[in-house]
């Protein structure tokens, strides 16, 4: 190993940063470039695709060199970032022609997955949290998470095992977690593994004099250690103001409906399951927002609905004004098109990377906002009231901007022309110079070909002699001797200044030069104005998102004909020919079939049958759907919908293995099955989707029959339980509260046809060969399947055997298997009399004559009498 002396002064420094930041990507500057060297620059090399170099660094070995262009630095570290890794800029801290000795440099940032500012990773419609946990001495979890682009911060305390504390990382989409470096290595990995969530570590829980007015209501301890630990953390590595952070908000997971993020996932609330995208959610079905911000808080509000009925019915009564008042609705759609991204606005301020720009975005947002508040007062309801007075135009603010800020200004905040003409007389004096200036060099040109004669005379300027007369070599001799001073020789002219030309070319320069400085100093002042506001700006943000969140509900309302839903106390849910919202807006033209529900006290269960592909599961997604619609404050897909508030939604749909931790389908089906049963409430609502096909037939129909039974018997949920078990449609006879019903189809010329209706009762077979065939196996096969099952329905019932393969095979006396196999203490006893009825009557048994049905009733009935 090569000691650090045999190193070049510059490459020790670089050494002496890294040894600060080992767990990321060091982009050191050296003049134009940021630098990598050694391991980062192997590993920068190959995740960015540029080139891998070297250079002689003192040693003996050349040294593994990469780098990028500092202009365009931001889409690489963009790049980095995305993947998990974390960037540290160490830039340089004084000019290199002042220097004596190594360029001194410092790291001003270090950019994380959790604290990206700017970029295409950084969605405009999501929040982008970092989390930070703390395990709670006796048992549970303080969470804490900021969107350090928005400034939000929230917290909450999460009793029981680490995994709800994940759910709720998943939940929120939290990019970075910070820990305790003494968290669990397990919880550690399935942060990674399992959420793709980087993991970082910070020692420092000291509460600073900053954090008084950021944890004022932090809460218990916990709370307090976990939101302190966040904020040391971003303090450390973002080493600048964070004045826009707001105090903290405390909240309960139990004030909002509970939605586990495995049935957020089921449901496709906010992403589908297959294309794990936008499209085809009902986050994208009811987006009709108009800004950034409304688009995060729809997000944050379907992945919260509310439990509270008078904040329901208030978010419901907004609505239902909005749709009322159809041409308001569209001039404030028309104005909110017009706000910018208050919120990250704010944020950019205060972290000091706003420029004229952004600042125009936010005066052309301003100036929306009297027009948006007298529309929402005309509105004449007590909420809209209440809407509006939370509208604060912010008037001195706007009118700072319209005075100071130009209309066109350029991106950059070292350029000239950011400021507006008249706002400050030093600058206008300085303009004024310069232009006028300028104008007097345009027309020396003309007075002095006047005055020598020469027509090829010319006035020109470059940045190392300035301005200058050139007049070529033969026309010398025109010259007036001593009025022109020879300034620089050329091959075929020389160069030359007069006193009157040397006076205006100092007042030229010396205006430009101080017109980039004091347009600086102008917009570092007004932006330090603009910080003043920014609490202001924030709750203003807050109403104008709530606004567009309300007024897109009644926008998709009126556009997909929703009704409003009323609530219930007695827990009775009855929709009347209610859709799924996603499916139909898919269809488009094609007519979607309605469908009707009833839960009461006699029906708490409803045990669904019917063919596959027959809309089995879209029904019961409808169900909850609606439900979660409803409690969000939006209108319903449906003629009618009386609900009750329900306090959780448990969901087993779909089947999928989870690759990542190596657990099968059927695995991750009974871990979702036992969530919901271990955690769901009388007020509670239960979807399960063919639970038990991942096993086998008898194992899963057990298995189905027993979680029916003990919903029913101890928990008392409202529950849609889809099988394909027919024989589970005789727990009606027993489970008071179980009713059947079957999405009904038919058959037409000998293929199926899905009717999508719900009807009472079971259905009476399962169609599935019909499906296959509807899916196009090849007709060999489905010709054989038909053989199998009619041998198997028309085969003698004592006993069962699999049909003969057409083969030689099938010659062959195939083994049989005893229906009944007698334990082995019976064989060799005489059989009690009971037994011996009971054989008897299966013997005398007309199974040709009878119903499945009828034949599974009457199994059942045998059953009974064999278990007394």
Known sequence: MVRMAAYTPMIQQYLQVKAEYQDAFLFFRLGDFYEMFFEDAIKASQELEITLTSRDGGGEERIPMCGVPYHSATAYIEQLVGKGYKVAICEQMEDPKLAKGVIKREVIQLITPGTMMEGKSLSEKENHYIASIAAIPNGGFALAYIDLSTGESRATVLDGPFEETFNELNSIGAKEAVVDPDFPEDFCKLMKNSGNIT???ETDTTEKEDFTKLLAGAGTENLRLSVTRLLNYLYRTQKRSLDHLQPVEVYEVRQYLKIDYYSKRNL????TIRAQGKKGSLLWLLDETMTAMGARLLKQWIDRPLLKREKIEARLAMVETFLNHYFERQDIRERLKEVYDLERLAGRVAFGNVNARDLIQLKCSLQQVPGIRALIESLGNAESEKLASLLDPCEELTDLLERAIADNPPVSVKEGGMIRDGYDEELDRYRDASKNGKQW???LEQEERERTGIKSLKVGYNRVFGYYIEVTKANLHLLEEGR????QTLANAERFITPELKEKEALILQAEERIIDLEYELFTEIRGHVKEFIPRLQSLAKAVSMIDVLQSFATVSENRHYTKPVFREDGVLKITDGRHPVVEKVLDSQSYVPNDCLMDGRREILLITGPNMSGKS?????????????????????????????????TRIGAADDLISGQSTFMVEMLEAKNAIAHATKNSLILFDEIGRG???????????AMIEYIHDKIGAKTLFSTHYHELTALSEELDKLQNIHVSAMEQNGRVVFLHKIKEGPADKSYGIHVAQLAGLPD???KRAEKILHEFENHDGGEKQLPARETAAAHEAPAQLSFFEEPEEIRHKEPVLKERKVIQQIKELDLLEMTPLQAMNALYEIQKKLKK
């Open 199 to 201: 993991i970082s570590y």
């Open 268 to 271: 496709e609330l906010t992403e």
């Open 441 to 443: 060099i345009a027309s």
């Open 484 to 487: 022109y001073e020879r300034k």
């Open 618 to 650: 879209t029904y019961m997604r409808q169900i909850a759907l609606t439900v979660i619609l409803a409690q969000m404050g939006c209108f319903v897909p449906a003629d009618e919908a009386e609900l009750p508030i329900f306090d959780q939604i448990f």
């Open 695 to 705: 096993t086998s037939t008898y194992d899963g129909m057990a298995l189905a029959q």
């Open 780 to 782: 060999g096969v489905i």
